[in-house]
């Protein structure tokens, strides 16, 4: 997801000659290293639950589907929290350019941790694995922009679409080769490809690293030796805080997943609301800036509900397809894992026409509001978890359904993303405070983090429920209330977005 532009002062990178499709050389890069680096990371995500719930006479965790799904949402929503100080550290410390090479780094020794058959190993390689995501989700979309003579260059756009392509060239062929590999042969050698993903990114990524802007090495915001030593130190007690607390309980034999899962899950609700209670108490903001932070409240609460439901897509519904939907279709047999590839395929399909909609759309008037597309995007998930609910009803007795439930409840899910993720990262810049335009979009990532979060409590909260028919229609039907409730308020929101629309 795009973020700020740098200084337009500091000058992109001289034209080397050569172009990618008509953009900097740089786009060839950035395109492969992030197509790899989502490779990995979907590749991974295919199989994160099946394995932690697979038997361990199965090679597996064992684990109870709540917990395991838990943990996936947590670890989820950790990935879009790391963001923020991902992009803090390009930011103060030591620029972009590096700070994705560090968290390629990070990422590939996480995969070949969960190479290792040890449980201790898969879950600091998890850590290693959100670290380095935090750091390199943060500054490689910014790195695209600084190929381009600010943001009126004409070619931006479009190398942003391009940049998005690889990105879902690579979800969409890594559950298709590292799902197969992780289900057919052995669930560690799926991670290793991951990992191998991984190095291949960061690979591309160091031989190419001369075609990049020099922006991207430049550190925006140096921070000054005193700041530092606050940081540290401050840092240095809570982590000293945390490892005795954790050593304490680890040590009484008390320590279970659930005390990593519930305070990460807290925190991960908690810090939105710090946040937003932080900007609302600015003495700086005006009152019109004031009522755009009240109505972009709303806008953060429906993506929350949002990416809730749809970030289940590699937990619940995961777990769905391998334990209750048959794998075979139209004579073809595949492992459940393939299902992961669907989304991405969907978005690729349907990103253009939908770009292609709202200008058809606009041009003669029509074009629903930014809050009429948030409504519709929750009802549209809810509806997908409908759609659940009578296939895991279907499914009742032991019964494996058709695969077409899923393809179903996938094509749903995207329709809705694509009316309300891309329209938030716009109403988010238009919505944003001066004081605050650089750090809102990544508030606008916390949407996620606060989302899996309410997915990781509900999930250990009903146990052995979690899965059940009645855990779809209820988180259905909440987003369908939500949708609704943003519908009927749509005029309250609207004034408090003051001119913006």
Wanted: proline share 4%.
């Amino acid at each position: 997801m795009a973020s700020t532009t740098l200084d337009a002062g500091i000058q992109s990178a001289p034209p080397s000659g050569k172009t990618f499709l008509g953009h900097p050389r740089g786009l060839a890069t950035l395109f492969m290293s992030e197509m790899w680096e989502r490779f990995s990371y979907y590749g991974m995500r295919a199989l994160l639950v099946l394995y932690m719930t697979a038997a361990t006479t199965d090679g597996g965790l064992g684990m109870k589907v709540a917990v395991a799904t838990a943990v996936y949402s947590v670890y989820t929503a950790m990935v879009y929290l790391l963001a923020l100080p991902g992009g803090w550290i390009a930011d103060r410390f030591i620029g972009a350019r590096k700070t994705v090479a560090l968290g390629g780094v990070i990422i590939m020794a996480g995969h070949f941790m969960l190479a290792v058959p040890a449980q201790v190993s898969f879950f600091v390689g998890l850590v290693f694995i959100a670290v380095g995501s935090g750091l390199l989700k943060a500054n490689i979309s910014t790195m695209v922009g600084h190929l381009y003579d600010g943001p009126n260059d004409p070619r931006r756009d479009g190398g942003f679409t391009i940049f998005y392509m690889g990105i879902n060239l690579g979800a969409f062929a890594a559950p298709l080769v590292i799902g197969t590999v992780g289900q057919s042969v052995n669930w560690h050698l799926g991670f290793a490809l991951a990992g191998i993903g991984m190095a291949l990114g960061l690979s591309q990524f160091l031989l190419g690293t001369r075609h990049l802007s020099a922006k991207s090495d430049v550190v925006t915001s140096p921070i000054s030796p005193a700041e530092k030593s606050v940081i540290l130190r401050k840092a240095g007690l809570w982590l000293a805080a945390a490892v005795v607390f954790y050593g304490v309980v680890v040590l009484t034999g008390h320590f279970t997943i659930n005390w990593a899962i519930w305070p990460l899950s807290i925190a991960g609700i908690a810090i939105p609301v710090f946040v937003f209670a932080k900007v609302k108490r600015d003495k700086d903001l005006d009152s019109a800036e004031q009522s755009k932070m009240s109505g972009y409240i709303w806008f953060f609460v429906a993506a929350a509900a949002f990416w809730m439901i749809y970030d289940q897509s590699g937990s619940t519904l995961s777990v769905f397809a391998d334990e209750n939907t048959a794998s075979t279709l139209f004579g073809i047999d595949f492992p459940s894992s393939w299902f992961q590839s669907l989304n991405p395929l969907y978005i690729m399909a349907l990103a253009p026409v939908f770009a292609w909609l709202w200008v058809w759309l606009s041009r003669r008037g029509k074009n629903p509001s930014t809050t009429m597309k948030f409504a519709f995007g929750l009802l549209m998930v809810g509806g997908s978890f409908l759609v659940m609910m009578m296939a895991m009803a279907a499914a009742g007795g032991g019964v494996k359904v058709t695969p077409l439930w899923l393809a179903m409840v996938y094509l749903v899910q995207t329709v809705g993303e694509l009316t309300l993720s891309p329209v938030g990262l716009s109403v988010t810049t238009k919505l944003a405070p001066a004081k605050y335009a650089s750090q809102m979009m990544g508030v606008w990532f916390l949407a996620v983090t606060a989302g899996d979060c309410v997915a990781a409590i509900i999930q250990l909260g009903l146990g052995d429920a979690t899965g059940s028919t009645w855990y779809f229609a209820f988180q259905g039907v909440l987003a369908i209330i939500a949708g609704l409730a943003l519908a009927m308020y749509r005029k309250k929101v609207v004034r408090l977005m003051g001119d913006v629309h």
